[in-house]
């Protein structure tokens, strides 16, 4: 009898979205004839602009010749995407290199997969509410967890605390759930306890394409010193809409070197170039020339026109909510508005109500963690019809 990994009895039973998933089928089925708006996950609905599917076309005709058939591809990602991905970070005042580019298909999975590069007795904090792969993928690994509470009182953008000692530091901005975006002098500040700590930060930044405050960092590399201490995620699931197509990239610098029990300096860039080249044979070569449209200076024209509209969505959600008096954080840099559930009520009782009486879908705070247990995040991916027609459920519901 094999031994398997007991680690995996200490994981929810269900993952957050599935349950979501679970009971909408539910409601659907004993209520086929309800239209029920879906405002939960946050999967775009516009689609790709014009410039990237050219290119995907290109992709899939070269697949057609001898003379152009792409076969294995390098599993660090073609030099052109990743010469393009070093291009959209200089236009963003970021200086990274080529070399120091992960492409993959995902920020969710490298999130997720990046624990292979540590060892089991690590400290790991984790803000609460947080997007749950981060808890997730480090209880089945048996690893030691602290949280750091995340709450209305700190704009859910809590600080270090001098006192704790941590050795890996997950954190996202603009931040899934709850919207709020970290400033420069706060993440200066993450960068010095990281390296007070002797301690590596995760930076999720998927939702970077969100902010359109100019003073606030889109990359923890716009922070001094970040090099030495930060690996960064992205995608272009919500940048460019490839929720389908699925593509992202890890930035790991070459400076993040660190010295072995045996006292062999060992590189994290190298770690993460081998890791990948032996559990992952990279990204399509089609979808990576649509990424790399993505990321021209047309093609993110095209994407900021579809960004425009769901920032817009966002707009109408916080302002129907502002007219009920609902306090609100995010829907601003962010394509997430979270909200106090009304008269105190818990998130997934608000979420069985929600459903119940407006049809409306949308993401319980609990889910996220004991700090969300009262809160609720909507997202502004949905149709602009829908959206507006949500808007008016809820304020006639609420």
């Keep these: 009898m094999p031994k398997l990994n007991e680690n995996y009895l200490n994981l929810k039973e269900s993952y957050l979205f599935s349950e979501i998933a679970h009971r909408v089928n539910d409601y659907t089925a004993a209520h086929p004839d309800q239209k029920v708006i879906r405002l939960g996950i946050g999967d775009v609905t516009l689609p790709i602009g014009s410039e990237i599917i050219a290119q995907l076309h290109e992709g899939v005709d070269a697949l057609s010749k001898a003379e152009t058939f792409k076969g294995y591809g390098p599993e660090q990602g073609y030099d052109f995407l990743c010469e393009a991905i070093v291009d959209y ?218 960004l425009k509209y769901y920032q817009e969505n966002a707009k109408i959600i916080a302002e129907g909510l502002a007219r009920k008096g609902i306090r609100y954080f995010g829907g601003i840099n962010s394509p997430y508005i979270w909200f106090e559930c009304p008269n105190h009520m818990d998130s997934w009782d608000f979420f069985d109500y929600l459903l119940a009486n407006a049809q409306v879908v949308g993401t319980p705070g609990a889910g996220f963690g004991k700090n969300g247990q009262n809160f609720f995040r909507l997202t502004s991916f949905g149709s602009r019809e829908n959206t507006l027609e949500a808007m008016e459920r809820i304020n006639k519901l609420l």
């Design 89 to 306: 970070y200089a236009r963003n005042g970021v200086t990274i290199a080529a070399n120091e580019v992960f492409v993959s298909d995902g920020a969710k999975s490298d999130t997720g997969n990046i624990t292979d590069l540590f060892d089991r007795d690590n400290v790991i904090l984790i803000p609460d509410p947080v997007y749950p792969v981060y808890v997730d993928t480090n209880i089945m690994n048996g690893r030691n967890i602290v949280y750091i509470d995340a709450n209305a009182e700190n704009g859910f953008l809590p600080m270090p605390d001098a006192n704790v000692h941590a050795d890996i530091i997950y954190i996202c901005s603009p931040n899934n759930p709850t919207g709020a975006a970290y400033n420069r002098e706060q993440l200066t500040e993450w960068v010095n306890y990281a390296l007070a700590n002797d301690a590596i930060i995760l930076f999720d930044a998927a939702y970077e394409c969100f902010v359109t405050d100019e003073t606030l960092p889109r990359s923890i590399f716009a922070i001094e010193n970040a090099k030495k201490c930060a690996i960064e995620f992205c995608s272009l699931s919500k940048t460019a809409g490839f929720t389908g197509t699925r593509c992202g990239y890890t930035i790991v610098p070459k400076d993040l070197k660190f010295t072995a029990s045996t006292g062999t300096e060992m590189s994290l860039n190298a770690m993460w170039n081998r890791r990948q080249t032996t559990k992952f044979n990279g990204v399509s070569y089609i979808v990576q020339k649509g990424a790399a449209a993505a990321f021209s200076v047309s093609g993110m024209a095209q994407c900021k026109e579809n």
